[in-house]
């Protein structure tokens, strides 16, 4: 089958009149730069699990996204970072979750998964683990970036955050030509957000998922995430009650929404169809099939 690779940079308020014509393209080649990475794996006979995580590392890797460099400060003014990996053809998955070391945290959480009994791993301990298994290792600093210091200023003047300061992650989920699902996110969770705090983002079938019937990455306020098990609520949906990804994928973030929450989900089935419905004004997204690349930002073309 032809494979399928679709990725989000994050959901919020994202509008053309925020984003200058030269942000905008940034954005948009930073996502075609993430499909491109994962796609490549795909094309040439490799799994799922290799192209979401290509994927999520160019995108970690990019300072415009709130995952790896880039990520927003917590109130601390320290970056803690989160990050979790599945791959629905073993069921097996990996995490990390409040690193502030490990260059690329979706490494760390496939370490976890491929090479420890354990699922997720926190803190000082997870970064130990990711510099003994050979990963990079950064000066926390190298995560920062002058917008992400305004932005915790901004947050500290108001004592709240906006909505756009708030909002980031970074995902993808695949399809590879033999059927097979995988899914990874990555974060730097909230602006101004607790020390300690951890997201839906690393938290298995909260904020990702992926088995034999679909794969979910999310983003979006993590707190009604974990309490709604977001991501796996979508598989559940379709194998319980019979429904389609994109019915179980809308009716799913819905329930979160119904409850308060917002953001948005990609998500792809064995099929190779694919769902990403979202609630906020906008979410950097982007889908890889054939040759075709596609981005899309604003929630109309
Ligand atoms: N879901 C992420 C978290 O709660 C944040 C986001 O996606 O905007 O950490």
């Known amino acids: 089958m032809t494979p399928v690779l679709v990725i989000h940079g994050g959901a919020g308020t994202i509008t053309r009149r925020k984003l200058t014509p030269r942000g905008e393209q940034q954005y948009r080649a930073a996502l075609v730069a993430a499909l491109r990475s994962g796609y490549a794996v795909l094309e040439a006979g490799g799994s799922s699990l290799d192209a979401v995580v290509a994927a999520v590392v ?37 995490a990390v979750a409040a690193v502030r070391r490990v260059r690329n945290p979706v490494l760390a959480a496939r370490a976890v998964m491929e090479r420890t009994p354990n699922v997720l791993l926190a803190g000082a301990a997870a970064d130990r683990f990711a510099r003994e298994s050979g990963l990079r290792i950064v000066r926390p600093s190298y995560f920062s970036t002058p917008e992400r210091a305004r932005a915790l200023a901004r947050a500290r003047a108001r ?18 030509r033999h059927g097979q699902l995988a899914a990874a996110t ?30 979910v990455s999310a983003t979006g306020s993590g707190e009604h995430f974990m309490r709604a098990v977001l991501a796996h609520d979508v598989g559940a949906r379709m194998r319980y009650l019979g429904e389609t990804l994109a019915q179980a994928a809308r009716r799913a973030l819905a329930r979160v929404v119904a409850r308060g929450g917002d953001g948005g989900l990609i998500a792809v089935d064995r099929a190779g169809r694919v769902a990403m419905p979202f609630v906020s004004e906008g979410m950097y997204r982007g889908v890889a099939r054939g040759g075709r690349f596609t981005v899309a930002i604003y929630r109309r073309p």
């Open 58 to 94: 160019v995108l970690e890797d990019s300072p415009l996204f709130n995952a790896g460099r880039g990520s927003v400060f917590n109130a601390a003014g320290e970056h803690e970072l989160d990050a979790a990996v599945m791959d629905g053809a073993t069921g097996k998955a990996g």
């Open 186 to 215: 990555s974060t730097g969770g909230y602006t101004n957000k607790t020390p300690g705090r951890i997201g839906d983002s690393p938290i298995i079938g909260a904020g990702t998922y992926a088995d034999g019937v679909c794969a």
């Open 159 to 176: 004592a709240a955050t906006s909505a756009a300061d708030q909002h980031g992650t970074v995902g993808a989920v695949a399809v590879d």
